[in-house]
């Protein structure tokens, strides 16, 4: 059974930077698709960035160029580095892992960008 588990979410001022980490627990292959998602209040959850098992990137078009996802299957750690922060980042992160037959969230990490 895989295990997610999100950290480093907090407040940050607009502009500013941080790192999300998801340490990741279980049987896992460096094939499986791994990224961020986020859930803003009232809002739809939404593809934040993925990696798939060719460590092909993708990311949405609101942080294309802000963001950098990367993930050591070694030491189980997927992050996501946010730069330029805005008001509109703010919503819940969530870290997931796409087995292709089974896809596994972690609990989420709220992340609030002040304006």
């Known amino acids: 059974h895989v295990r997610l588990v999100e950290s480093g979410g907090g407040l940050v001022q607009s502009g500013g930077s941080h790192t999300l980490s998801c340490e990741v627990s279980?049987?896992?292959?460096?094939?499986?698709?791994m990224g961020w998602y986020r859930q803003a209040p009232g809002k739809q959850r939404e593809l934040v960035a993925t990696?798939?098992?060719?460590?092909?990137?993708n990311y949405s078009d609101s942080v294309k160029g802000r963001f950098t996802i990367s993930r050591n299957i070694s030491k189980r750690i997927i992050d996501l580095q946010m730069n330029s922060l805005k008001p509109e980042d703010t919503a819940i992160y969530y870290c997931?892992?796409?087995?292709?037959?089974?896809?596994?969230w972690g609990q989420g990490t709220q992340v609030t960008v002040s304006s």
């Open positions: 997931y892992v796409n087995s292709a037959r089974l896809v596994y």
């Open positions: 990696v798939n098992g060719d460590d092909m990137t």
């Open positions: 279980g049987r896992i292959f460096s094939a499986y698709v």
